[in-house]
């Protein structure tokens, strides 16, 4: 399954550069978007030049736009590479989501066998102190048959020397 899922990403990213593609040539063409996408590259333009300018610290220098042509291939390629990099974004956000949920089933799996070793754990301790209750009953049986056993030899004693006395 991994590797189709691989490729399956790798074909997204693949087919999101065609549509980028498509998606500059139209944009020249479309003349609310064009607006857009002029207002956006000359934005963009002059945000970059003031960076400029204040790090590398000079003074009263005048920003001059961008002429048409040039604003509308620098707007074209800043969204054909957003479209690429939000494509790619999204499968490496999918993929991370994917591989969170498969490592969450397989702690998951793990949490189950470990309850279940305890339980036979526990059923085992139980069955160890059931035969230790009566390995220890017995143990009382044998001492009360051997001190029987006892009794009976000593009163046979008995029995035996007081026949000596009278015979003798």
Do not use: S
């Given at each position: 399954m991994l590797p189709l899922m691989k490729l399956g990403t790798l074909a997204i990213r693949t087919i999101s550069k065609p549509i980028a593609a498509r998606l500059k040539t139209h944009a020249a063409v479309h003349p609310r978007f064009r607006a857009a996408i002029i207002w956006m590259a000359q934005y963009r333009w002059a945000t970059q030049l003031q960076r400029r300018v204040q790090y590398g610290r000079a003074i009263n220098v005048a920003i001059r736009p961008l002429d048409e042509a040039k604003a509308i291939a620098a707007a074209t390629d800043f969204l054909g590479?957003?479209?690429?990099?939000?494509v790619a974004g999204l499968a490496i956000v999918y993929e991370v989501n994917r591989s969170y949920k498969s490592e969450a089933k397989k702690e998951a799996q793990?949490?189950?066998e470990l309850e279940a070793l305890k339980l036979k754990d526990r059923d085992l301790e139980?069955?160890?102190?059931s035969l230790r209750l009566k390995l220890q009953e017995m143990e009382k049986q044998l001492q009360r048959r051997s001190s029987w056993l006892d009794y009976l030899r000593l009163s046979l004693l008995f029995r035996q020397a007081a026949e000596q006395q009278k015979t003798a």
């Open positions: 590479e957003l479209v690429i990099f939000t793990r949490k189950k139980k069955e160890v102190e």
